[in-house]
């Protein structure tokens, strides 16, 4: 994306109700510059001074990136252990976790980004203003977003394997827990899902 106008570029609000007006600047452009001005004056009457400065904040972390604190790090780390714990268990690939910013969530969330093998990534949000099982809930959830975007069908049902379908992340008693989309019923804790190991994958 252009730094300001300078050499063309791309700019829209991607996220929520706000994702119908896009900007287009091409490279070379003279009037790049008042043209993106007035775009952020159309955005920032639109959304209001607080998203619209959110916006901007996110749009300098997509340019430059900003490494977590320590304390961010520890804390996502420790937040997304199990979630890792349950990927490596069903012999799924982990993300390459880059423990950087590329948007502002202000105090409602400690941001990241995840990657793939193929080299793309996505941001991830670890919640900070509900209960700790919507927090690890919510990171499953993302996790499995994640594979799903690598066409894998993660976990994979250990109550009915070959069917085909995973299981599906929800809270129960205020835990996060992965249940079986088919019954109901509830197979484990997040975090805490049965060894694959040594099952024979099934070939295609
Ligand atoms: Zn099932």
Redesign the pocket.
């Known amino acids: 994306m252009s730094a300001d106008g300078q050499d063309g570029g791309i700019e829209s609000l991607e996220s929520g109700p706000y994702h119908s007006e896009m900007i287009i600047i091409r490279k070379g452009d003279p009037d790049g510059e008042e043209k993106l001005r007035a775009f952020h004056e159309r955005m920032r009457a639109r959304i209001g001074d607080e998203a619209f400065e959110q916006h901007m904040r996110t749009r300098e972390l997509m340019k430059h990136p900003r490494e977590l604190t320590h304390d961010q790090k520890t804390r996502l780390r420790d937040a997304l252990a199990p979630v890792m714990r349950d990927l490596k268990v069903t012999g799924q690939a982990p993300p390459l976790i880059r423990e950087e910013s590329r948007e502002d969530l202000g105090d409602d969330a400690i941001c990241a980004w995840i990657e793939g093998p193929d080299g793309t990534g996505q941001g991830i949000r670890m919640w900070l203003n509900g209960s700790a099982g919507y927090q690890l809930y919510s990171l499953a959830e993302q996790l499995q977003e994640w594979t799903a975007d690598q066409w894998t069908t993660w976990p994979p ?1 250990p ?2 394997p070959g ?1 085909g ?1 995973r ?1 599906e992340p929800e809270i129960r008693d205020d835990e996060a827990v992965w249940l ?4 109901g019923e509830t197979v484990a804790a997040v975090g805490s899902l049965p060894s694959s190991r040594g099952r024979r994958r099934k070939v295609r």
């Open positions: 049902c109550i009915h069917a379908h299981l079986c989309p088919r019954d």
